[in-house]
């Protein structure tokens, strides 16, 4: 009786956007994601926390089905965006990736031109209709992903002449510019200084108005600045999931409390 | 002693020193590894290396020096008249030679004693038969002043030999004892070892680059031979011209170089009253005739045509007519193969790949001959399947071209797949993370990605294919021409050269010189795609990290 109604509630609440439900990921033989129930909302921005390898980034690219692209990876269990089951036979796992865009743990920029880089999902999308509609998603992009300042005047010098931390700003303007409804992004702060953080933080906090985002993060300030909901990953298994304030303040499970108080990670 | 137990001698000794040089290591330290500068390890090295590298370079130059110190001393002694009018020395010697080696072999194998060997007398024995005996042939009968110098150059080859060995073992055992009293707890043992192994990598390194010099010296010198005698040739032709009548009525016929023939030279100053002299001019008349000559017909007897351009124009036909063939063919497997194919069909496909560029390439002529040859003519020539009558005869530029593309389809293939493999897959993730599919993926990112690289071994595909001649010489016929046709036959530089060069040329008449400015221009070609697609290679490489 009690399930029915929540599973009820489920449905009803459209401002579910994600829904995974039992979700295990295998490389091989080994269990990378253990038996993981999350529903993300829309319109808001949650935060994935953990130690290192405890397989946030893979649950974050069971979201937009990048596992497929690696062979061992075996993906089980039942995510939804929108209601609609992301690992059905009928779903184009292209499709897909156009509506949930992903920002890569290593800035990966294309050998190609700064500009190319960002027009490249835009020109393949068919989302300009003319050279001029190009530049202006591209300077809309770079100047969202802090970027433009720095590389206006370069615009035509390749993207892995860039520093670290401007390729990172470039990936990101990269999947912005595809006006994706959901943006996944792998520690997207990782080599920027304080100021180009604060302003993709920014961006984040401007996308979280159309958009909903999954952001994985090593910085519990980041974490704690940035998201409304949080949850933290240990060992494959998602130990605990809630509103980011209740996570810091008053965490239930005795292992988020010694990791956001720095006792294990 | 022979060389080869003197080897193994020195070799025993440097294991043997080896050993010692450890354990001296260890003792001098009094067992505690940590007082050593260096592992004990390369206090022993140490010792071998100074055992082996002088005693081995001491052998090396030994047996090259003595023979030839033996037997510049036997051919002194060996009195002028004793050779035959129409033989020379040098012949003689060979002789002496074989006579030694042959009293040699007969005493190892036991037909004689030393004694015997020594003390034989040209006439009181017949040697000829007792060494037949022992396998050994000997021409002639032997004459007493052969036999004499034979006796010689054994006598010191032995006593040269026996002081070869001395002074080998000696040099060893030298090295042995310096670098053991060396060794001590301070001594930089490692820095020695590391030292003897930067020199033998640069030896290496030098023997690579001096062959490749030697070889381009000795094509430069030929090339500048083949291009005087051309440029004294076309002198020789203004210089008839000139003086037309006056040659006739003394009734001299210049047809050869006549530079080296002085009395002729005199003669020719006398009769026209010009010194013959060779200009610039004429040298750039040969440069001209040679790389602008659009004839080729060489005959040995003069008056032949040299022109590069119908050889050059052929081997460009054939080779663009290959690089047609195994660049899409080539390119488009290994993107199936890299990109594509499941683990279990790349196991089966690359091994197929590789087993084709290991056929020799004289099969692959061989299958130009008889099965694409026949087959294109059957489409293409008279009365063929298609009724164009393009084709006269199975050897065309066709043939060769389409069964070198397929020589070298695997060529461009794993080189493709190991570039296209190169490209990171973060690089591949980005792409699709934006949603583009796998065919937008190749095109956009991993081939422009890749194009350096590909590039590249295209270029090193078209240098394969300039260079090659098996294919050719059966697949292309040998005829040179100039022509639009690619069911005609043509023929490439490298298949001219093997033309020039076999049957009994005479080697110094420009017919067969040219041979060796062919090989100039082809190696300056093949050289420049080589350095050019290196560079393109090498600049590909810098553009991940
Ligand atoms: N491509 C892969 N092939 C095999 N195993 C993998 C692969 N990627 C990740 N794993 C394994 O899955 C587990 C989770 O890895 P994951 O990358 O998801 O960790 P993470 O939480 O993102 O860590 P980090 O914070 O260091 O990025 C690790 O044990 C890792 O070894
Ligand atoms: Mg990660």
Redesign the interface.
């Given at each position: 009786m009690n399930d029915m109604r929540r599973l009820e509630r489920d449905v009803d609440t459209s401002d579910i956007k994600i829904s995974a439900k039992g979700v295990q990921v295998y490389y091989g033989d080994n269990h990378a994601i253990k038996d993981v129930d999350v529903s993300i909302a829309d319109k808001t921005v949650t935060a994935f926390i953990g130690p290192s390898g405890c397989g946030k980034s893979t649950f974050l690219r069971c979201i937009?089905r990048?596992n497929d692209?690696i062979?061992v990876a075996r993906v089980e269990g039942d995510i939804r965006i929108d209601g609609e089951d992301i690992y059905d036979k009928a779903v184009d796992p292209?499709?897909?990736?156009?509506?949930v865009?992903?920002v890569?743990q290593?800035p990966?920029?294309?050998?190609?031109s700064i500009y190319d880089n960002v027009a490249?999902?835009p020109k393949?999308?068919g989302l300009a209709q003319n050279k001029a509609g190009l530049d202006e998603i591209v300077e809309k992009s770079l100047r969202r992903a802090a970027l433009w300042d720095e590389a206006k005047d370069r615009l035509n010098e390749p993207g892995?002449g860039l520093s670290g931390g401007q390729q990172q700003r470039l990936?990101i303007a990269?999947?912005v510019a595809?006006e994706p409804e959901i943006l996944l992004m792998d520690e997207p702060c990782s080599a920027l200084d304080p100021i180009a953080t604060a302003q993709v933080e920014e961006l984040i906090d401007e996308l979280r108005q159309s958009y909903s985002v999954v952001i994985v993060t090593h910085s519990m300030q980041q974490a704690a600045r940035v998201s409304q909901k949080t949850a933290f990953f240990h060992l494959g298994n998602l130990v605990e999931y809630g509103q980011t304030g209740d996570i810091f303040t008053n965490p239930q499970d005795p292992r988020t409390e010694s990791y956001i108080t720095g006792r294990i990670g | 002693m022979s060389s080869f137990w003197l080897f193994l001698i020195i070799v025993s000794l440097a294991v043997i020193g080896f050993f010692v040089g450890t354990s001296r290591a260890m003792s001098v330290a009094s067992g505690d590894k940590r007082k050593l500068h260096s592992l004990p390890s390369y206090y022993g090295s140490n010792i071998a290396i100074f055992t082996i590298v002088p005693s081995f370079l001491l052998l090396v130059i030994w047996m090259l020096a003595q023979p030839l110190i033996v037997s510049s001393s036997v051919r002194s002694h060996i009195p002028a008249d004793t050779i035959d009018p129409g033989s020379t020395i040098g012949l003689v010697m060979s002789d002496v030679q074989r006579l030694a080696n042959g009293l040699d072999v007969a005493v190892s194998q036991g037909f004689m004693t030393e004694e015997d060997a020594r003390s034989v007398q040209a006439g009181s024995s017949d040697i000829r038969a007792r060494l037949g005996q022992a396998g050994v042939v000997l021409g002639s009968s032997v004459r007493p002043e052969v036999l004499q110098a034979a006796q010689e150059y054994r006598t010191m080859t032995s006593t040269g030999d026996m002081l070869r060995a001395i002074f080998v073992i000696g040099i060893a055992l030298a090295g042995f004892a310096y670098a053991f009293r060396k060794t001590s707890v301070t001594f930089r043992a490692r820095n020695t070892v590391e030292k003897t192994i930067y020199t033998l990598l640069l030896g290496a390194a030098s023997i690579a680059i001096l062959t490749t010099v030697g070889i381009v010296l000795s094509l430069i010198f030929t090339t500048g031979e083949f291009f005087s005698i051309q440029a004294c040739l076309s002198e020789v032709d203004n210089y008839e011209q000139t003086h037309l009548a006056a040659l006739r009525a003394a009734d001299m016929n210049l047809q050869n170089c006549p530079l080296g023939n002085v009395a002729l030279l005199d003669q020719m100053t006398s009769v026209t009253g010009e010194t013959f002299s060779v200009t610039t001019g004429d040298y750039l008349s040969a440069f001209a005739d040679f790389f602008f000559g659009t004839t080729w017909s060489p005959s040995f007897g003069g008056g032949s045509e040299l022109g590069i351009l119908p050889l050059l124009w052929g081997t460009f036909y054939i080779s663009v007519i290959a690089l047609l063939v195994a660049v899409p063919i080539g390119l488009f497997a290994a993107i199936y193969l890299s990109e594509y194919a499941s683990?279990p069909v790349r196991a089966f496909a690359k091994p197929m790949l590789e087993v084709l560029a290991g056929i020799p390439t004289i099969v692959y002529g061989l299958f130009a001959l008889l099965t694409v040859g026949p087959l294109l003519v059957s489409a293409f020539g008279d009365d063929g399947a298609l009724g164009l009558n393009w084709m006269q005869g199975g050897t065309a530029v066709m043939t060769a071209g389409l069964v070198m593309g397929i020589m070298l389809i695997p060529f461009v293939s794993s080189l493709s797949d190991d570039i296209i493999n190169a490209v990171?897959?973060?690089?591949?993730?980005?792409?699709?993370?934006?949603?583009?599919?796998h065919s937008?993926t190749i095109r956009?990112?991993v081939l422009?990605?890749a194009l350096p690289g590909i590039v590249g071994a295209i270029l090193l595909a078209a240098s394969r294919a300039i260079g090659e001649t098996m294919i050719v010489v059966l697949g292309a016929g040998a005829a040179a021409r100039l022509s639009m046709n690619p069911f005609d036959a043509m023929t490439t530089v490298t298949a001219k050269i093997v033309s020039q060069l076999t049957g009994d040329a005479d080697f110094s008449s420009p017919e067969a010189l040219v041979a060796f400015a062919l090989g100039m221009t082809l190696f300056v070609i093949t050289l420049g795609l080589n350095v050019f697609a290196l560079y393109i290679v090498r600049k590909y490489r810098e553009?991940?990290e």
């Open positions: 937009n990048m692209t062979d292209v499709q897909l990736r156009a509506k865009g992903m890569f290593k990966n920029p294309f050998p190609k490249y999902g393949i999308h892995t990936c990269r999947a595809t | 683990s990171p897959q973060a690089m591949r993730d980005g792409s699709l993370g934006l949603g583009a599919t937008e956009q990112v422009p990605a553009q991940y």
